[in-house]
């Protein structure tokens, strides 16, 4: 259980941050940078959330991400162990392979319901819409500094698929919200020159 009585503790005045083990790093380094997008991503879904809060169903199945958000935080603020498998323990949480098939089912129900695409689409529609594709943006960049610190460390392979699942369910998701699909605004190739 977390428990903070205290937010500032200055342990962080000298450009470091402590990781679930104890050790320490310096903030810009690509764990740490891979750790800010995805929480920055979990901060841009909560604004989304919030242009679709009439739809109970969907929330749940947000909300249930933003918590596997703070999971992925958590994996990537742990670092592995010589031959560390990456599976979890009562000390250790770790993104695992339901939570990926999770958002795999997601995916594919909310894609059976929409028109095959005939062009890309530009972000925007709806509020709700503009809100998730900027989502999806900002989980394309996390899934980037996830690779990049993956390049650097040894980083749970089921996180990586969890981030770069979610930037999928949300391009879907996306087009959904955009009346199933039905008003995204296509990209229309040198249209403007």
């Keep these: 259980m977390v428990k903070l009585n205290k937010i500032y503790t200055k342990t962080g005045d000298d450009g470091t941050t402590g990781l679930v083990d104890g050790s320490r790093l310096a903030k810009n380094d690509p764990r740490m940078a891979a750790i800010g997008d995805v929480d920055e991503l979990n901060s841009s879904l909560g604004l989304a959330i919030c242009e679709i809060a009439d739809d109970n169903a969907l929330v749940r199945t947000l909300r249930i991400i933003q918590n596997d958000l703070f999971d992925l935080g958590a994996d990537l603020a742990t670092p592995a162990v010589e031959g560390d498998d990456f599976a979890p323990s009562q000390m250790v949480l770790r993104v695992v392979p339901s939570q990926v098939e999770r958002l795999e089912t997601e995916i594919d129900t909310v894609n059976a319901d929409l028109d095959p695409l005939t062009s890309f689409i530009l972000p925007g529609g709806s509020k709700a819409a503009a809100a998730i ?19 650097e460390m040894a980083i749970n392979p089921q996180a990586l698929a969890y981030v770069n699942r979610l930037s999928d369910y949300l391009f879907v998701l996306g087009r959904a919200l955009n009346n199933g699909g039905k008003d995204d605004i296509l990209w229309v190739p040198g249209a403007s020159r």
């Design 133 to 151: 594709h900027c989502t999806r943006a900002i989980a394309r960049r996390a899934e980037r500094t996830c690779v990049a610190a993956a390049r």
